[in-house]
């Protein structure tokens, strides 16, 4: 198993906390909901796993896997709390959350706790991930609110998948920010500013290799 969870099982930690994303680019909404999350559950570490190949987004062009992983690495580096994971990025082939989970739950055994953190769209959308009903068994979810996303629709998907599923799911109550990775490529598109939209290093590691301009759309 990578270093990374080698190192988190090392100090014994029996709860881990999963932030996925496909991260093109990683932005400060990700960055405070994963700090926010970590505060408010008491997690030792927030391990980032951005994705390899990502299934959902066929037809947009998505950056280099190392590209976003190298943008991950360099946007938490100041946090001591926040790890990094390639295990998406080096499974060849579409990389699909459930098999990650059911990896680590291999790992970790039974009694660990594995948590999932995901936004309002992504957990509106869950039941449309490969398997998601063993992907429930296997791991809890933390949905963080989205703004621009309806609040009740959050909660009345929870309360649906708590009942057909008797899953785990809980709601973060913590204060989010409005940005999505999309607006960002857009705006470098239309050269606009996205300084205090992401941290610096990422923003002059988009300039300095071109990502989102000369475009492979
Ligand atoms: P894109 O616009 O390309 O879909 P994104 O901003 O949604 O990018 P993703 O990498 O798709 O970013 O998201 C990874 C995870 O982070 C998802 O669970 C998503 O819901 C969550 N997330 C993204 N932006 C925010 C935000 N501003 N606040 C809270 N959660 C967010
Ligand atoms: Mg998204």
């Not at 505060?39 to 570490?45: I, M, T, W």
């Not at 959050?154 to 809980?170: A, G």
Request: glycine residues 4%.
């Amino acid at each position: 198993m990578e270093k990374v969870f080698e190192k988190i099982k090392d100090s014994n930690t029996k709860r881990i906390a999963i932030m996925g994303g496909t991260f093109d680019p990683i932005h400060f909404g990700h960055l405070a909901a994963a700090e926010n999350v970590r505060k408010l559950y008491g997690f030792d570490s927030i391990i980032f796993m951005p994705s390899g190949d990502p299934p959902h987004k066929i037809g947009i062009s998505v950056s280099s896997a190392e590209d976003r992983y190298v943008m991950v690495q360099m946007a938490t580096a100041s946090n001591p709390y926040f790890k990094v994971s390639r295990m998406e990025i080096d499974r060849v082939g579409k990389t699909y959350t459930v098999d990650t989970i059911k990896e680590l739950r291999v790992f970790w055994g039974d009694e660990a706790e594995i948590f999932f953190i995901t936004g309002s769209d992504a957990l509106l959308e869950i039941m449309t991930w490969k398997n998601p009903t063993e992907l429930l068994s296997l791991c809890s979810l933390i949905a963080v609110a989205r703004p621009g996303y309806k609040i009740e629709a959050l909660k009345n998907k929870i309360s649906e998948l708590k009942k057909n599923y008797q899953s785990d799911i809980r709601i973060a109550k913590v204060a989010s920010i409005n940005i999505s990775s999309t607006v960002i490529r857009n705006r470098v598109r239309s050269n606009l500013p996205i300084k205090y939209m992401v941290p610096e290093c990422v923003e002059s590691y988009i300039y300095k290799n071109n990502l989102y301009i000369d475009d492979k759309l």
